[in-house]
């Protein structure tokens, strides 16, 4: 089975502080992962994909098949990070996502 | 290029009815995802259209259903509405000889009432 866990349904921090969402996955085959975001009255769109090893935006993720994890991190936080995050799981020859249920970031001023 | 355009923005029906959302995804793209997005969950796939066929399908009843016309653009519909049908529904395009991944539209908002 394709699963797709963020524990944190909110997480709020201060501009400048690090940010780590975590997310697990569960599936037996060698997924894609990536992060996907939307911002206030936005569409969800792309944040980066595990297979492009790229900071976008200063986000950074790793995958680590051994932990079965792909948590995304932020040195520092600005504001204009404020969304909702999802982590999402594509399998090996299928185009279908699985989606997490989402971690809400807040960053204050 | 506007992306992927959906209509319309928001509906509401009544249970029993049926309703009949639409999609246009973005110049280029010959595939379609369908994904059903309730209030504090992330979007489930519905089903997936590829050459004017269903190539997949989530666990979804069969009241759910779609076309896709030669043009690439694509309807969902649901039949016999249910309370719980309430959710956004977001529509994605890809290509699919494409490693790339999916783009979004802004969602149609369904409320049963």
């Known amino acids: 089975a394709q699963r797709v866990t963020q524990p944190e349904k909110l997480l709020s921090v201060f501009k400048g502080a690090p940010v780590e969402l975590k997310c697990n996955y569960s599936?037996?085959?060698?997924?894609?992962l990536f992060w996907y975001v939307q911002y206030s009255r936005q569409r969800l769109q792309l944040l980066l994909r595990h297979i492009s090893r790229e900071s976008i935006k200063g986000f950074t993720a790793d995958l680590n098949k051994g932990e079965t994890s792909f948590h995304l991190k932020k040195p520092f936080a600005q504001e204009e990070d404020s969304a909702m995050y999802y982590c999402v799981l594509r399998g090996t020859g299928f185009q279908k996502l699985v989606f997490g249920t989402g971690t809400r970031l807040l960053v204050s001023p | 290029d506007a992306g992927v355009t959906q209509s319309p923005t928001h509906l509401i029906k009544t249970r029993g009815q049926q309703v009949t959302l639409r999609c246009s995804p973005k110049?280029?793209?010959?595939?379609v995802s369908w994904y059903q997005q309730a209030l504090g969950q992330g979007p489930q796939f519905i089903f997936q259209y590829y050459e004017e066929e269903e190539r997949q399908r989530g666990n979804f009843p069969d009241r759910f259903s779609g076309h896709q016309f030669p043009n690439y653009s694509s309807e969902l519909n649901v039949n016999a509405l249910l309370l719980g049908d309430s959710a956004l529904y977001l529509c994605?395009?890809?290509?699919?000889?494409?490693?790339?991944?999916?783009?979004f539209g802004p969602g149609t908002r369904l409320l049963v009432l």
């Open positions: 994605a395009s890809s290509v699919t000889s494409s490693e790339e991944t999916q783009y």
């Open positions: 599936y037996s085959g060698s997924p894609e």
């Open positions: 110049s280029g793209h010959d595939t």
